[in-house]
Nanobody, 128 residues
Framework: QVQLIESGGGLVQAGGSLRLSCVAS????????MGWFRQAPGQEREFVAA????????TYADSVEGRFTISRARAKNTVYLNIDSLKPNETAGYSC?????????????????????WGQGTQVTVSA
């Protein structure tokens, strides 16, 4: 089992920045990729970014490219999401997820079903 705990969410004005963290515990040696998703009220869950655990290869949704940065610190079992220039329509619960596969870094595999373990999420609220 892998347990994931997110933190760093909060209330921020449009144009502001946040740094989200996700700490993994348990059988972390089984992880090959980690990703971030978000889900706004009444909306479907949306892929945001992913990183391979070993090599650090990254991939992003087109909507966040250039503004969001995903990274990982393997020694700390932690993945980060640095967010810049937040928009009001990006208010959502942000969740991290872990996969036993490296496929999530490929555009074909930006799916919730690719991931095996999920955190409970951290709320990001962007005011206009």
């Amino acid at each position: 089992q892998v347990q994931l705990i997110e933190s760093g969410g909060g209330l921020v004005q449009a144009g502001g920045s946040l740094r989200l963290s996700c700490v993994a515990s348990g059988r972390t040696f089984t992880m090959n990729a980690m990703g971030w998703f978000r889900q706004a009220p009444g909306q479907e869950r949306e892929f945001v970014a992913a990183v391979t655990w070993g090599g650090g290869s990254t991939t992003y949704a087109d909507s966040v490219e250039g503004r969001f940065t995903i990274s990982r610190a393997r020694a700390k079992n932690t993945v980060y999401l640095n967010i810049d220039s937040l928009k009001p329509n990006e208010t959502a619960g942000y969740s991290c997820a872990a996969s036993s596969l490296a496929y999530p870094v490929l555009r074909c595999c930006h799916r919730s079903q690719t991931y095996d373990y999920w955190g409970q999420g951290t709320q990001v609220t962007v005011s206009a």
